[in-house]
């Protein structure tokens, strides 16, 4: 920590988040990390990253301080932590299949803060969608045309798409150029309406019953 510390010539830090959840975690063991950094006035406030609500529950069991965020993975083409609720239930569909838990419900009803990494990437493996017009056509079209209603670009757009969600989630662009940066707050002021969410949501390849 120390070292992080004086890497980002600071004394302390806001937030921190604990990484994917180590298979041989001990809740008591993090607890009192998380005691000793907040007594030591080296952190401030703890969450969690890519945690599903059960990890996060396990985590409680010991953890005193309040998780105030979780970072996961979540962009237009890479949204089952919304399309999966969309087609709940429904039988045969790949998209109904639960893999999180329940992550965003699980958020709302804690007021835990979701930070979406990788917002511009098509998947974990798959580089990004934006200008990919062999994998995403559809997509990238329907983002050329609402980047020009707008005012914005398209990554503008893609910005939008998330943080048009009611569970207020934040964008974490993970990028080194300045301009994609500028972009994307740009696109946080955009309010999509509903009918121009729902055709981004259809081009990336989600289904709406």
């Not at 300045?178 to 946080?188: K, L």
């Amino acid at each position: 920590m120390d070292a992080s510390l004086a890497a980002l010539q600071t004394d302390h830090l806001d937030v921190l988040l604990l990484h994917r959840l180590d298979a041989l975690v001990e809740p008591e063991e993090v607890a009192a990390a998380f005691d000793e950094l907040e007594a030591a006035g080296k952190v401030r406030h703890f969450g969690v990253s890519n945690h599903t609500p059960y990890q996060q529950e396990l985590l409680k069991t010991a953890v005193r301080q309040p998780l105030v965020a979780n970072q996961v993975q979540l962009s237009i083409t890479h949204s089952s932590l919304i399309s999966t609720g969309v087609a709940s239930t429904m039988e045969g569909l790949e998209q109904s299949v639960h893999r999180d838990g329940g992550m965003l419900e699980h958020a709302r009803l804690n007021g835990t803060t979701l930070q979406a990494w990788s917002p511009f990437q098509g998947g974990f493996f798959t580089g990004v969608f934006l200008g990919d017009r062999d994998k995403y056509p559809e997509l990238n079209d329907v983002l050329d045309e609402l980047a020009d209603t707008h005012g914005v670009t398209p990554t503008g757009i893609a910005t939008a798409w998330i943080t048009r969600h009611p569970a207020d989630i934040q964008v974490v662009p993970g990028t080194t150029k300045p301009e994609r940066v500028r972009e994307a707050v740009a696109g946080s002021d955009v309010r999509l309406s509903r009918q121009e969410w729902y055709r981004l949501f259809t081009a990336a390849g989600s289904l709406v019953p």
